[in-house]
């Protein structure tokens, strides 16, 4: 059985309808998302359309809560950091209908899939906090304490964008990257940083064997530019230098 993994496509549906199209042309059995869904980018509303259609699990994320709530569970934030944050919110959850909202609002912490009798855990950050930051450099005892738990099954979170994988116990975890939001957590200053492709991970499992694919696709920025650039949400000044197509 082969499980698409898709997660952190932050309101990009340029970025979304590539991947698509790259499981129309390489097509898994099943699909989950991990989360972060629809806020921060110039398409809220199709980005959630496209993944309705989907009809798959989908974990709730940091960035679909605090859309929700608007209130800030992560890192502190300086006072007008929050306040850009606080009007790109208000701008995305007037994009969406009562019906969008209510889906948001349905998607459980974790998700388990089985996997011709393997079977997965999903959850955004880790399976106890969608806010928690696992990355291929945290410190092994704190990657052990939140997965070690965890190890009797495959384990698979997003909320990094950040492709990588690694052992916990005998089995492993994975992060699939971003959808929408790839980029170079390395990147010199000044230097834009958000990577022109979408992300995402393939896994598979057949009679014992379990493989997973990084996939890499790329997008049109240029056309996401030109999105962001009509679609009147604000502050996007930030998002377009980071862009490596910003014209």
């Known amino acids: 059985m082969k499980l698409a993994v898709l997660s952190d ?6 970025a979304f309808d ?3 199209a790259d499981l129309a042309r390489h097509p898994a059995d099943r699909v989950i998302c991990l989360g972060d869904v629809a806020q921060a980018g110039a398409e809220p509303r199709e980005a959630i359309e496209r993944l309705r259609t989907l009809g798959c699990p ?3 994320g940091n ?8 209130t800030w569970t992560g890192a502190p934030q300086p006072d007008d950091r ?3 944050l606080e009007t790109v919110r208000a701008w995305s959850l007037e994009r969406l209908d ?6 948001i609002a349905a998607f459980p912490p974790t998700v388990e899939v089985d996997l011709d009798g393997a079977k997965l855990l999903a959850f955004h950050g880790s399976p106890a906090s969608f806010d928690e930051i696992l990355q291929p450099t945290t410190p092994a005892e704190d990657f052990e304490r939140a997965l070690l738990p965890h190890a009797d099954r495959i384990l698979c979170g997003g909320h990094v964008h950040l492709q990588f994988r690694r052992r916990v116990g005998d089995s492993f975890h994975f992060n699939p990257g971003s959808i929408g939001l790839a980029y170079r957590h390395d990147a010199p200053a000044g230097v834009p940083f958000v990577d022109p492709w979408a992300e995402y991970a393939v896994l ?10 990084f996939r890499r696709v790329p997008y049109d920025v240029a056309a996401y530019v030109r999105k962001l650039r009509t679609s009147g949400r604000p502050h996007i000044e930030e998002s377009l230098n980071n862009l490596s197509v910003s014209a």
């Open 204 to 213: 598979e499992v057949d009679h014992g064997r379990v493989s997973l694919d």
């Open 58 to 60: 989908v974990v709730m």
């Open 82 to 84: 929050v306040k850009i």
């Open 98 to 103: 009562d019906a969008d909202r209510a889906w």
């Open 9 to 14: 496509i932050h309101g990009n549906a340029v």
């Open 63 to 70: 960035a679909d809560a605090w859309l929700l709530t608007g």
């Open 18 to 20: 590539a991947v698509l």
